[in-house]
C-alpha cells in the first residue's frame, strides 16, 4: 500500500526566504506525482503535476523535483510572500491507479 | 462555471439522518473522483468514475456511502443513517481524461459535513 510523508508538518519563516517542502513514497511505481496549496475552509489548488518520465516542473517561483527511483519529491519556493501561507500537499498517483494518495501536508506561514 | 463546484458548503445533520451532497464537475471533464479528508489530514480516497460509470468503490468506509454519477455529469454522494465518525470535509475532483491519463485533478472547495 501507497504511503506518502510530508516533512517538516509545520514550516515558518520571514518573508523573502527560499524554502524547500519534501515529500517520500513507499512504492516508486507511480504514474504521476501532484503538488497541491489549500487555503484554510477551502479545495485544493493544483500547483505543479509532474510526470513519472520528468525530473522536475517549473512556474513561476515554485519548482518541484522528482527522484523517481529514491522516492523522493521536493517543492521549492523562492522568495516566500505571506500570501504562500497555506497547507501544501504532497499526492502520488500510482502505476496502475487513478486515485491519488496524500501526504498529511505541511502547514506554512510566511511571516511579514 | 469554470471550476468545480460542491454544494451545500456547509451541512449539520443529526446522528441517523440520511445527506446528501452535489458535485458539478469542469464542463466536458470524464472522470470525477470523491475524496473524504479528516481534520489535520490529507484527502483519503472514496470512489471513482469514468463518465457514468462507477469504476471504484473501494474507499467507501460502509454499505452506508453511496455515490452516483447517472448522466456522466453531476455526481451525488449519499451517506445513510448518519454517525459521528462521518464528520469531515467531502472533496469532489475532476480530470479531463480517462482512467490513465496524465490530466491534473480540480478540486472543488469541498461541503463540511458535521454529524450531531
Known amino acids: 500500500k501507497q504511503e506518502v510523508t510530508q516533512i517538516p508538518a509545520a514550516l515558518s519563516v520571514p518573508e523573502g526566504e527560499n524554502l524547500v517542502l519534501n515529500c517520500s513514497f513507499t512504492?516508486?511505481?507511480?504514474?504521476?506525482l501532484q503538488w497541491f496549496r489549500q487555503d484554510p475552509g477551502k479545495g485544493l489548488t493544483s500547483l505543479l503535476l509532474i510526470q513519472s518520465s520528468q525530473r522536475e516542473q517549473t512556474s513561476g517561483r515554485l519548482n518541484a523535483s522528482l527522484d523517481k527511483s529514491s522516492g523522493r519529491s521536493t517543492l521549492y519556493i523562492a522568495a516566500s510572500q505571506p500570501g504562500d501561507s497555506a497547507t501544501y500537499l504532497c499526492a502520488v498517483r500510482g502505476g496502475r491507479d487513478y486515485k491519488l494518495t496524500f501526504g498529511k501536508g505541511t502547514l506554512l506561514t510566511v511571516n511579514p | 462555471g469554470a471550476g468545480v463546484s460542491q454544494s451545500p458548503r456547509y451541512k449539520v445533520a443529526k446522528r441517523g439522518q440520511d445527506v446528501a451532497l452535489r458535485c458539478d464537475p469542469i464542463s466536458g471533464h470524464v472522470s470525477l473522483f470523491w475524496y473524504q479528508q479528516a481534520l489535520g489530514q490529507g484527502p483519503e480516497f472514496l470512489t471513482y468514475f469514468q463518465n457514468e460509470a462507477q469504476l471504484d468503490k473501494s474507499g467507501l468506509p460502509s454499505d452506508r456511502f453511496f455515490a452516483e454519477r447517472p448522466e456522466g455529469s453531476v455526481s451525488t454522494l449519499k451517506i445513510q443513517r448518519t454517525q459521528q465518525e462521518d464528520s469531515a470535509v467531502y472533496l469532489c475532483a475532476s480530470s479531463l481524461g480517462q482512467t490513465y491519463s496524465n490530466q491534473p485533478q480540480h478540486f472543488g472547495d469541498g461541503t463540511r459535513l458535521s454529524i450531531l
Open positions: 512504492d516508486s511505481a507511480i504514474y504521476n
